[in-house]
């Protein structure tokens, strides 16, 4: 099936810095989402992207839509430690609606004090 | 707004028997999903459905898992029998339609197969 690759896989950063991973496919995709999951949690919707080259904030998150459509980029500026948790992309495959989101197998965030 | 219910949270049972998950979406959102999740994966999806209608369940595996919607509300997921491979997360969605692909998760069964 369709495939979409997270990176990095995890990264540990200090509290205080800036935080950048990305999502990318060899497929197209008209949708993008990420979410963020904490620990026997089920994922929270942080931003959504629906045209290529969109740029969206979200507090200190924003998220960007490749112009190419198919990867995504989420930045987390001057971390907390609440920012900690697994990142997820989910991307809408084609230009239809009514298609399934597939997810990537997420990026885990470790913020040092 | 009440977010998307499941119920149970934790579920422990020996292999070969029934279980059952219970998932009320947002009220209002007529797309309900479910999806499995595996430790250190993503979440995929099980089957969608618009309404009372399972639209897509390519990916549900039928000799052993079933799923209803009867009222185009609240869903139920059932494994019988369940296999050791069957332990996982299970998770709810629901979004207000096709045309809104942004997902609101629950917080998931998580399912212990012994």
């Known amino acids: 099936g369709q495939q979409l690759n997270q990176s990095p896989q995890s990264m540990f950063i200090q509290e205080g810095e800036d935080v950048s991973m990305n999502c990318t496919s060899s497929?197209?995709?008209?949708?993008w989402l990420w979410y963020k999951q904490d620990p026997g949690e089920g994922p929270v919707l942080l931003i959504a992207?629906?045209?290529?080259?969109e740029l969206t904030s979200n507090g200190r998150l924003t998220a960007q839509f490749g112009i190419t459509r198919k990867d995504s980029f989420l930045n987390i500026s001057a971390s907390i430690p609440s920012d900690v948790g697994i990142y997820f992309c989910a991307g809408q495959l084609g230009l239809g609606y009514g298609q399934n989101f597939v997810f990537g197998p997420g990026t885990r965030l470790s913020v040092l004090p | 707004e009440a977010g998307v219910v499941q119920s149970p949270r934790y579920k422990i049972i020996e292999k070969k028997q029934p279980v059952a998950f219970w998932c009320n979406p947002i009220?209002?959102?007529?797309?309900l999903y479910w999806y499995l999740q595996n430790l250190g994966q993503g979440p995929e999806l099980l089957i969608r459905?618009?309404?009372?209608?399972?639209?897509?369940d390519s990916q549900l595996p039928k000799d052993r898992f079933s799923a209803e919607r009867l009222k185009g509300v609240d869903s139920t997921l059932k494994i019988q029998p369940a296999e050791l491979g069957d332990s996982a997360v299970y998770l709810c969605?629901?979004?207000?339609?096709?045309?809104?692909?942004?997902?609101?998760f629950g917080p998931g069964t998580r399912l212990t197969v012994l």
């Open positions: 009220s209002g959102h007529n797309t």
């Open positions: 497929s197209i995709f008209n949708t």
């Open positions: 459905y618009e309404n009372e209608e399972a639209v897509d």
């Open positions: 969605a629901s979004s207000r339609g096709r045309r809104d692909g942004e997902q609101f």
């Open positions: 992207l629906y045209k290529a080259g």
